[in-house]
Antibody, heavy 122, light 111 residues
Framework: EVQLVESGGGLVQPGQSLRLSCTAS????????LSWVRQAPGKGPEWVSF??????????EYAASVRGRFTMSRDDSKSIAYLQMNSLKTEDTAVYYC?????????????WGQGALVSVSS | DIVMTQSPLSLSVTPGQPASISCKSS???????????LYWYLQKPGHSPQLLIY???SRFSGVPDRFSGSGSGTDFTLKISRVEAEDAGVYYC?????????FGPGTKVDI
């Protein structure tokens, strides 16, 4: 059974940092691209970041709103993806989902985690 | 960025009746490879989004055949032939032709 479990969320003050983890099981982690998608309270989803599998360079892409502050990485030996979030802003408050890309092109996510809540407030 | 719009933003449907949701993109989602990169997700209350339709009209594995997607270019439609109680939630279209991938505002469906 495929599972994605996010952890590391919490309450922080503006300007602080947080690192989210996405621990995967039930599939060949290294063979898949992964993304982080967030959802602010009462809002729709917003794509945050994407990391390609190593066979495609392991490169990353980011939404403009987080570029330069957030860094996505992966450890295929542990089947974990990370999202390092620095210089957090109040507008980063959201549930952060890790999502596995089924394949192909675009946001074709077949599995999502249950989400990790990040609250940024003074 | 490509802007996605949806209509209606809310919909109340009687079980067994059909439902239709429209999604429009500010740019064509037709790629030079001939595929159209438009996806539909359903987010049930308290759950993560789940994929229904990919590439505008392909039903994802396990999705009931009462769900269908159609459209091309910039205009798309999700149809539910006969709504069931379990179809309640918020439906989102999202484009995948260029980064950043952008979602529509969502259509809340009450049964």
């Amino acid at each position: 059974e495929v599972q994605l479990v996010e952890s590391g969320g919490g309450l922080v003050q503006p300007g602080q940092s947080l690192r989210l983890s996405c621990t995967a099981s039930g599939f060949m982690f290294g063979d898949h691209d992964l993304s982080w998608v967030r959802q602010a309270p009462g809002k729709g989803p917003e794509w945050v970041s994407f990391i390609r599998r190593k066979a495609y360079g392991g490169t990353t892409e980011y939404a403009a709103s987080v570029r330069g502050r957030f860094t996505m990485s992966r450890d295929d030996s542990k089947s974990i993806a990370y999202l390092q979030m620095n210089s957090l802003k109040t507008e980063d408050t959201a549930v952060y989902y890790c999502a596995k890309r089924w394949g192909g092109f675009g946001p074709l996510f077949d599995y999502w985690g249950q989400g990790a809540l990040v609250s940024v407030s003074s | 960025d490509i802007v996605m719009t949806q209509s209606p933003l809310s919909l109340s449907v009687t079980p067994g009746q059909p439902a239709s949701i429209s999604c429009k993109s500010s740019q064509s989602l037709l790629h030079r490879d001939g595929k159209t990169y438009l996806y539909w997700y359903l987010q049930k209350p308290g759950h993560s989004p789940q994929l229904l339709i990919y590439e505008a009209s392909s039903r994802f594995s396990g999705v009931p055949d009462r769900f269908s997607g159609s459209g091309s270019g910039t205009d798309f439609t999700l149809k539910i032939s006969r709504v069931e109680a379990e179809d309640a939630g918020v439906y989102y279209c999202v484009q995948g032709i260029q980064l950043p991938w952008t979602f529509g505002p969502g259509t809340k469906v009450d049964i």
